[in-house]
Nanobody
Framework: QLQLVESGGGLVQPGGSLRLSCTSS????????IGWFRQAPGKEREGVGY????????NYAASVKGRFTISRDNAKNTVYLQMNNLKFEDNAVYYC?????????????????WGQGTQVTVSS
């Protein structure tokens, strides 16, 4: 069972930035499409963005495009979610997940492995 570990969540003011990390001690992260999802209280889980295997192209949900960036550091076996200009509506638990190579999409059931989640709180 592949285990993913997220870190980097915390409390930030509106307009601030956070960087979340997702890593595995078991497999090479660049062997999977890695997605980021979030779930706010009382709301359904939503896809934030993903980065593919191969060319490493990333795609984002409309709600975060231009503010969030996903990247890989293969030397550290880590995928990052850089979040800038955070808004109140970004409050959620953020999860990283792994899907089969070259998968492109936000369908949660296509992601086989999930991390435990990290809380992001945007508050003044």
């Amino acid at each position: 069972q592949l285990q993913l570990v997220e870190s980097g969540g915390g409390l930030v003011q509106p307009g601030g930035s956070l960087r979340l990390s997702c890593t595995s001690s078991e497999v090479a992260m660049d062997s999977y499409t890695i997605g980021w999802f979030r779930q706010a209280p009382g709301k359904e889980r939503e896809g934030v963005g993903y980065i593919r295997t191969g060319d490493g192209a990333a795609n984002y949900a409309a709600s975060v495009k231009g503010r969030f960036t996903i990247s890989r550091d293969n030397a550290k076996n880590t995928v990052y979610l850089q979040m800038n200009n955070l808004k109140f509506e970004d409050n959620a638990v953020y999860y990283c997940a792994a899907a089969r190579p070259y998968y492109r999409g936000f369908e949660a059931h296509q992601y086989d492995y999930w991390g435990q989640g990290t809380q992001v709180t945007v508050s003044s």
